[in-house]
T-cell receptor, first 114, second 112 residues
Framework: AQSVSQHNHHVILSEAASLELGCNYS??????LFWYVQYPGQHLQLLLK??????LVKGIKGFEAEFIKSKFSFNLRKPSVQWSDTAEYFC????????????FGTGTQLKVEL | DAGVIQSPRHEVTEMGQEVTLRCKPI?????LFWYRQTMMRGLELLIY????????DSGMPEDRFSAKMPNASFSTLKIQPSEPRDSAVYFC??????????FGPGTRLTVT
């Protein structure tokens, strides 16, 4: 079964700082990869997804992620964070042959300070 | 579209009581998922349905939990009897063929 690791549990940044959140998965075959965001008190929303093609994926709100197959990684990046980016970020993976079952990482709590 | 609808948004109940959580998926979606989120265990998949049929319930904690999907527009998650350790936020999500899941606002359950 696949698993997802998010090594940064809590990240604190100042506004305008650059962001990179790590995500590694364990599965040797084809995967679909996702980043979801959960703002305080709200439900999960999709930031971006990777199914195939260009490994650099652009999502909403200026976020992007790069799929590096050799490293089993799908790190999330943003060049300049804003206070409104304060939220919890979840990486998730599923496999095309595994039904539609997502496996989530434990999440990274991001706090952006003014 | 109104998105995934869950009710109630908050539920407070006493230990031993039956709790029923409800979900209306996005119209036309053929997959429905139930998740539980806690500080200790993070986001866990409990069960999911495809075309109203349960596909994988391996995440259901124990026999106290049950889920049904009588039709394409409605699903329930029932806990009977409830225990304090069931306190969590329960999310419902739905998707259409693809792997992009849309989440509802969640039900915050507190069992005292």
């Amino acid at each position: 079964a696949q698993s997802v690791s998010q090594h940064n549990h809590h990240v604190i940044l100042s506004e305008a700082a650059s962001l990179e959140l790590g995500c590694n998965y364990s599965y040797g075959g084809t995967v679909n990869l996702f980043w979801y965001v959960q703002y305080p008190g709200q439900h999960l929303q999709l930031l971006l997804k990777y199914f195939s093609g260009d490994p650099l994926v652009k999502g909403i709100k200026g976020f992007e992620a790069e799929f590096i197959k050799s490293k089993f990684s799908f790190n999330l990046r943003k060049p300049s964070v804003q206070w409104s980016d304060t939220a919890e970020y979840f990486c998730a993976v599923n496999t095309p042959g595994g039904g539609n079952k997502l496996t989530f990482g434990t999440g990274t709590q991001l706090k952006v300070e003014l | 579209d109104a998105g995934v609808i869950q009710s109630p948004r908050h539920e407070v109940t006493e230990m031993g009581q039956e709790v029923t959580l409800r979900c209306k998926p996005i119209s036309g979606h053929d997959y429905l998922f139930w998740y539980r989120q806690t500080m200790m265990r993070g986001l866990e998949l409990l069960i999911y349905f495809n075309n109203n049929v349960p596909i994988d319930d391996s995440g259901m904690p124990e026999d106290r939990f049950s889920a049904k999907m009588p039709n394409a527009s409605f699903s329930t998650l029932k806990i009977q009897p409830s225990e304090p350790r069931d306190s969590a936020v329960y999310f419902c999500a739905s998707s259409l063929h693809t792997y992009e899941q849309y989440f509802g606002p969640g039900t915050r359950l507190t069992v005292t």
